[in-house]
């Protein structure tokens, strides 16, 4: 089912088909935005928040720095592969995209189904909770414990805000992710360098590091815990992919784009990770709730004296930006799908005037904002990780079959065997190893809800069931909203 659109034009990334046919995507995203995109949505809360969490999985520093440098590799062979994959599906929507390609319709609503009422949101609402975390906590010095009203209308204001800046320019959105992307590359380059400053002053917790692996785990389910812990501040990896006809010479810089982006990313979590172990002990780091603040206490104001508080306002903005990539990438996504019949038609226009996709933003917000209210950031991210390796091993697999049914399709740029093997093989172990060794029960609501897909695919797209009244709603809908259907934009 082809119900294509897209947008031009004006304020969006879109623009006029030469034929007057209707709407269509305009290539605007260069290679440094691409960049931007990619870094501003992987620095986000996941640096500030999940070192905690790999810690506390893995034991001992020196494995959580291993780990950390784990992810950063397992990042860049997934984003290599989903080059390729891009180059021979030359279409936003990333994972979906590929998995309707090469898989069918099925496997492909499957993967939509738990993204746009799941993890797309879920993981909107986990960036917006940590935001809120860092604003608020300077106003309760002292206090263990925030008011999580307080922290969940903070929430809740952040996840409006953005919706507004995407629905009103696609243009505006872009450059927010390129300025929020300035803001993280300092933060993290305070925290490196105070880092510094108190090793070089004697002052550091050198101990930490004779010991470093001292009482590491061995248990191979932990192992994948602290895994989907430092795989959080690699999300956004894949992120440029959602939006791949909006990107200008997609099959060149979308591969510079994870050569220079993913490289710089994991060398900063590496540098932040070693300040924050030299500055804090370990104790310290697994009670802390806002690890940059606790971080500061001690440095900050030896780095930057009168001007301390920007680092507090810098991690604020990373957090912020990143939510508003995961919005930019996210809504496409929906778009795609709708476009593609999996998703209700409505989600698939575009605004008249200012050409967003303003009816799956809107959406998107719905669902993060009801998964705010009982939310809390650490579940979020062990159980959207789980969901998130079974759909990259089974994208990755789409790979490996191209390599093995379609041997002489035509690639522009192709990655060795071996790296989309050894993925295949991470992902089982990631989705596999937390459930055999440390098995709970909200991985089987995860799989039942994954489940709950395949009649709602068989009611709603297979026979076509569409209530008159549904019809009637957006119909309605597109009137009030002032939406209206685009074209494909494949280069």
Not at 93 to 104: P, R, S, V
Not at 143 to 172: E, F
Not at 316 to 345: D, W
Request: proline residues 5%; aromatic residues 12%; glycine residues 8%.
């Amino acid at each position: 089912m082809e119900r294509s659109q897209e947008r031009n034009g004006g304020e969006g990334v879109a623009g006029r088909e030469p034929g007057g046919e209707g709407l269509r995507l305009r290539r605007e995203i260069g290679l440094w935005s691409a960049v931007s995109l990619m870094a501003g949505c992987m620095i986000g809360s996941g640096v500030f928040m999940s070192p905690q969490g790999v810690l506390v999985y893995m034991g001992s520093p020196g494995a959580s720095l291993m780990v950390w440098a784990g992810c950063g590799l397992l990042a860049m062979m997934g984003a290599l592969c989903y080059a390729e994959l891009s180059a021979l599906v030359p279409k936003s929507g990333g994972e979906y995209a590929y998995i309707l390609q090469i898989f069918g319709s099925l496997p492909a609503f499957l993967v939509i189904y738990t993204f746009v009422l799941l993890v797309r949101p879920a993981a909107i609402a986990a960036v917006s909770l940590s935001f809120a975390e860092y604003a608020v906590t300077p106003f309760y010095p002292g206090c263990s414990s925030m008011p999580q009203a307080v922290l969940k209308g903070v929430a809740a204001s952040c996840i409006l805000l953005l919706t507004l800046v995407n629905c009103w320019s696609s243009r505006l959105a872009t450059m927010l992710v390129n300025v929020c992307a300035v803001a993280k590359v300092f933060s993290l380059l305070v925290i490196v360098v105070g880092g510094a400053v108190v090793l070089g002053q004697g002052r550091g917790h050198t101990e930490t590091f004779l010991l470093a692996f001292h009482n590491t785990t061995q248990q191979a389910g932990r192992i994948g815990m602290a895994f989907y812990q430092g795989m959080w501040s690699f999300d956004g990896w894949n992120n440029v992919n959602y939006v791949v006809e909006e990107l200008k010479n997609p099959k060149q810089n979308l591969v510079w784009a994870v050569m220079i982006a993913i490289p710089l990313v994991t060398s900063l979590y590496l540098l932040v990770n070693i300040s924050y172990l030299l500055v804090l002990s370990p104790n310290e780091i697994l009670s802390s709730d806002a690890m940059a603040v606790s971080w500061g206490v001690p440095c900050i104001f030896q780095v930057l004296g009168a001007w301390a508080w920007l680092v507090p306002l810098a991690v604020v903005l990373s957090t912020f930006g990143s939510a508003n990539g995961m919005f930019f990438g996210g809504s496409r996504v929906c778009y795609v799908a709708a476009r593609e019949g999996h998703m209700p038609q409505l989600l698939s226009m575009v605004h008249v005037h200012r050409l967003t996709p303003s009816p799956a933003l809107m959406f998107t917000t719905a669902v993060a904002l009801v998964l705010v209210i009982p939310g809390s950031f650490s579940t979020i991210v062990n159980f959207l990780s789980f969901l998130g390796w079974i759909t990259y091993g089974t994208t990755i697999g789409c790979l490996l079959y191209l390599r093995i049914k379609k041997k002489n399709l035509p690639r522009p740029y192709k990655v060795p065997t071996i790296i989309p093997v050894i993925m295949l093989l991470a992902s089982l172990y990631l989705v596999l190893a937390p459930i055999i060794d440390h098995p709970q029960i909200e991985f089987l609501y995860i799989f039942l809800f994954l489940l709950s897909g395949i009649p709602v695919y068989f009611l709603f797209v297979y026979f076509h069931c569409q209530p008159r009244c549904l019809q009637m709603a957006t119909l309605y809908l597109q009137l009030l909203l002032e939406v209206a259907p685009t074209t494909k934009n494949v280069d």
